[in-house]
């Protein structure tokens, strides 16, 4: 059973994200680098943009000190 962690009822898994199909779309759409969200990163990363890049599989903790370690 998943609980969550802010309200502490069930939580229960999209049906979407049980299918292949749509997972390899929402990967395809993300690697994307004409219209998707690669698209975006490599646009700012060519600005006086900042773009950081955290390493998101750690902790919750340990993502947001990577993030606010960055905009110091």
């Known amino acids: 059973k998943l609980v969550c962690r802010v309200c502490g009822g ?3 898994a999209r049906a979407d994200d049980q299918d292949e199909d749509a997972i390899n779309k929402r990967h ?3 690697y994307d680098t004409e219209t998707g ?3 975006a990163v490599n646009y700012f ?4 943009s900042k773009v ?3 390493d998101g599989s750690v902790g919750i903790k340990e993502v947001t ?3 606010l370690a ?3």
């Open 45 to 48: 990363k060519k600005t006086d």
């Open 28 to 30: 395809d759409i993300y």
């Open 52 to 54: 950081i890049s955290v």
């Open 10 to 12: 069930e939580l229960s």
């Open 65 to 67: 000190a990577s993030i």
């Open 70 to 72: 960055e905009l110091d």
């Open 37 to 39: 969200t690669m698209a």
